[in-house]
């Protein structure tokens, strides 16, 4: 009788010690990807014309996303004609076309109005607000593409120089600073809450809105690397510096370079600046000289991968099991190997995909991208599975889909990792399985 108690107790401990097994978590190591990929709101982008006069070529613009791994390019929407008028309805039209068509390429715009390229002509205060209010509906209605917007419609090429109405470089009047922001709070104002604006030097966002840290705008540099304050851009570089390492880690950075300027103007300074100012994209056109000298020196693949957020899997610990309607437990490893965090919304979703019927489950993550600075990051999260979910077996995935373009999975955002990427899906494979029971 003794014996057969033993028996029975090893079985116990032998089933009890096989259960432990299969319920014992697993942990999943990734190889990370030196590849250049397309991912959205980041990167180098393409300008090649106004975009108020011809139309965009939806075959050319897939053709920058799927063969140069460019998701951006730049609009500059004139209004030379409405100086004092109205925009015209055609105007309004050829604007909502030519974001429909880079919609359906699977591209974003850095967006922004302007009155002149040539002079000083721009439109009054009271006439830009007007022109707001008329652009309003388009912004709204087409923010799924809108990446950023420049604040714009101030001066030649809408970068608040030589202005006729908002005083001119260096003779800026008190009256002059306040309709400066004027349009600056009229646009933020049109333009979605998710979305955010970017002003010209630091000295207009610090003159118009203080030293502390202010939300939904940010910065574009459009003479980067051209002398030693960039053309203007910096008034006061050892205060404007620091300010811009630091605002610019919640706010998107961005631009263009302007002329050849060695040695600033070479790979050692543009690599620290764009990394310090953290970056998100930068004019792969203009100056072309300036790029191929990045080329040249061997840092153009590097700003390639690094512009903006380029997040990478390190490692993951996922449960073998779990129940219906209980918990699940995962920790993903994540490093920010990019210069910068993601700066507009993004949603993050555990997905588990049942490995015989191919069916999907989505489960939110409590999640903000936005959080995700360069460096290490860790994304543990305890979920519930579906009560009604089917027992079985199911892999698991991670999705950072568009919150906006939930169903166009070109604007999910792909890791950096070899074997994860699935492009059909928008989906991160996470190389795990967990049984339903």
């Not at 109205?86 to 429909?100: C, G, K, W």
């Not at 008034?235 to 961005?254: F, H, I, K, S, W």
């Amino acid at each position: 009788m003794s014996v057969r108690r033993w028996v029975s107790g090893a079985a116990a401990i032998v089933l009890s010690a096989s259960l432990i097994a299969a319920a014992a978590p697993s942990r999943v190591t990734y190889q990370a990807s030196s590849a250049d990929f397309a991912n959205p709101e980041r990167g180098l982008y393409h300008h090649t014309s106004s975009c108020d006069a011809g139309a965009f070529d939806e075959n050319v613009l897939r053709g920058y996303r799927t063969t140069e791994n460019i998701s951006l390019v730049m609009c500059i929407f004139y209004l030379r004609d409405y100086r004092t008028s109205p925009i015209s309805a055609a105007a309004l039209t050829h604007l909502q076309n030519q974001l429909d068509t880079v919609r359906r390429a699977g591209l974003k715009v850095v967006l922004r109005f302007a009155y002149t390229d040539t002079d000083d002509a721009d439109a009054t205060p009271n006439q830009v607000s007007a022109h707001l209010d008329q652009l309003a509906p388009y912004l709204q209605r087409n923010a799924d593409v809108i990446s950023v917007v420049q604040a714009g419609l101030i001066g030649t090429w809408g970068e608040w120089w030589d202005t006729r109405n908002f005083g001119d470089e260096g003779v800026i009047s008190a009256q002059n600073w306040a309709d400066r922001k004027r349009v600056t709070d009229k646009l933020l104002s049109v333009l979605p809450a998710s979305r955010a604006i970017q002003l010209r030097t630091p000295k207009f966002k610090r003159t118009m809105y203080g030293t502390g840290a202010v939300p939904r705008i940010g910065h574009h540099n459009d003479c980067f690397l051209a002398s030693p304050d960039d053309y203007g851009t910096y008034e006061n570089p050892a205060v404007e510096y620091p300010y811009l390492q630091q605002d610019t880690r919640t706010n998107p950075m961005g631009g263009e370079t302007c002329v050849v300027n060695p040695p600033r103007s070479q790979c050692p300074t543009a690599v620290s600046e764009l990394s310090g100012f953290h970056w998100s994209y930068l004019n792969v056109n203009y100056n072309p000289d300036v790029i191929a000298g990045f080329a040249a020196e061997g840092c153009l693949p590097d700003i390639k991968r690094k512009l903006g957020y380029r997040l990478t899997l390190t490692s993951g610990t996922y449960p073998s099991s779990a129940s219906r309607g209980g918990p699940l437990a995962i920790s993903i490893g994540l490093r920010n190997d990019g210069w910068a965090a993601p700066y507009n919304p993004r949603t993050v979703r555990l997905v588990l995909r049942s490995n015989t019927t191919g069916a999907v489950t989505r489960i939110p993550l409590p999640a903000d991208p936005r959080t995700w600075q360069p460096g290490a990051t860790t994304l543990a999260q305890t979920v519930t599975v579906p009560s009604a979910l089917a027992t079985g077996s199911y892999r698991l995935l991670l999705e950072l889909p568009d919150p906006l373009l939930a169903n166009r999975p070109e604007y999910s955002i792909r890791l950096a990792n070899e074997g994860t990427w699935e492009a059909a899906t928008g989906f991160n494979n996470l190389n795990a399985t967990v049984s339903i029971r």
